[in-house]
T-cell receptor
Framework: KAGVTQTPRYLIKTRGQQVTLSCSPISGHRSVSWYQQTPGQGLQFLFEYFSETQRNKGNFPGRFSGRQFSNSRSEMNVSTLELGDSALYLC?????????????FGPGTRLTVL | AQSVTQPDIHITVSEGASLELRCNYSYGATPYLFWYVQSPGQGLQLLLKYFSGDTLVQGIKGFEAEFKRSQSSFNLRKPSVHWSDAAEYFCAVGSGGSYIPTFGRGTSLIVHP
């Protein structure tokens, strides 16, 4: 099976712009989670989508949003970018059902905000 | 709420030496426990996991971890470290009620030749 893919791998934006990141999960996985990773804060959970519905949400402002499509692919959007949004954004997929707590991670999207 | 503590931010070992990375968790019931490794610029790769059963778990790349309920620990070990093991290691804990694991802050492993 192909692994989790994320596009783009690298992105440079300026403050105030918005950005959309994409994640394609492993075939058959219905859960997609997003994380923000920074040197200062470590891995922070953004949100999780399961069957096109947001099932869990972390403690991030409303500028961070996401969605999931019927094929389980997910997008994450950040509006009005701030310098502090510079980070590695990781996507992880899992079957999302009872007993399947293991997450499979993509390579990440490195976002730089100037 | 569940939580994970990785007390060591950095660990330095010589190639060929043994390794133990510490992980302590806080959770009321039997947790799901994971160790992930992250190489620079990459995503996280699962090394091993504990759900139930034998408390000594074998993983990939020669790693193992032992679940000790009395100490709320899940330490990662490797008998002989290779230079390619230099990376960031994350311990994570999950519960039956949540599909989202909680990650520790990570331990950076430096391997000297």
């Amino acid at each position: 099976k192909a692994g989790v893919t994320q596009t783009p791998r690298y992105l440079i934006k300026t403050r105030g712009q918005q950005v959309t990141l994409s994640c394609s999960p492993i075939s058959g996985h219905r859960s997609v989670s997003w994380y923000q990773q920074t040197p200062g804060q470590g891995l922070q959970f953004l949100f999780e989508y399961f069957s096109e519905t947001q099932r869990n949400k972390g403690n991030f402002p409303g500028r961070f949003s996401g969605r999931q499509f019927s094929n389980s692919r997910s997008e994450m959007n950040v509006s009005t970018l701030e310098l502090g949004d510079s980070a590695l954004y990781l996507c992880a997929s899992s079957p999302g059902t009872s007993g399947s707590h293991e997450q499979f991670f993509g390579p990440g999207t490195r976002l730089t905000v100037l | 709420a569940q939580s994970v503590t990785q007390p060591d931010i950095h660990i330095t070992v010589s190639e060929g030496a043994s390794l133990e990375l510490r992980c302590n968790y806080s959770y009321g019931a039997t947790p799901y426990l994971f160790w992930y490794v992250q190489s620079p610029g990459q995503g996280l790769q699962l090394l091993l996991k504990y759900f139930s059963g034998d408390t000594l778990v074998q993983g990939i790349k020669g790693f193992e971890a032992e679940f000790k309920r009395s100490q709320s620990s899940f330490n990662l070990r490797k008998p002989s470290v290779h230079w390619s093991d230099a990376a960031e290691y994350f311990c994570a804990v999950g519960s039956g009620g949540s599909y989202i694991p909680t990650f520790g802050r990570g331990t950076s492993l430096i391997v000297h030749p």
